[in-house]
Nanobody, 117 residues
């Protein structure tokens, strides 16, 4: 059974940073591209970032480019998203997915990121 468990969300002030983690199990993690997606209140699910199976090739949405960094540790079956220079527009539930797209049948339960002063 595919399991994806996100952690690391929380409340942070504008300009602050967070590190999100996703623990994966139930499949060969190193064989799949992985993504982070987010959904803000009243908005559609948005693809934030993708990393290929080897961790070499990445994609970022324009809205986060230069501020977020995706990485993975295939030895630990872990996906990471470093969030920096956060703004209120980054407030959302962040999901780890086993796809190179936002819509995916395999995703975690999400972790809430709230950016507020």
């Amino acid at each position: 059974e595919v399991q994806l468990v996100e952690s690391g969300g929380g409340l942070v002030q504008p300009g602050g940073s967070l590190k999100l983690s996703c623990a994966a199990s139930g499949f060969t993690f190193s064989a799949y591209s992985m993504s982070w997606a987010r959904q803000a209140p009243g908005k559609e699910l948005e693809l934030v970032s993708v990393v290929n199976s080897a961790g070499i090739s990445t994609y970022y949405a324009d809205s986060v480019k230069g501020r977020f960094t995706i990485s993975r540790d295939n030895a630990k079956n872990t996906l990471i998203l470093d969030l920096n220079s956060l703004t209120t527009e980054d407030t959302a539930i962040y999901y780890c997915t086993r796809c190179a797209s936002a819509t995916c049948p395999y995703r975690g339960q999400g972790t809430q990121v709230t950016v507020s002063s």
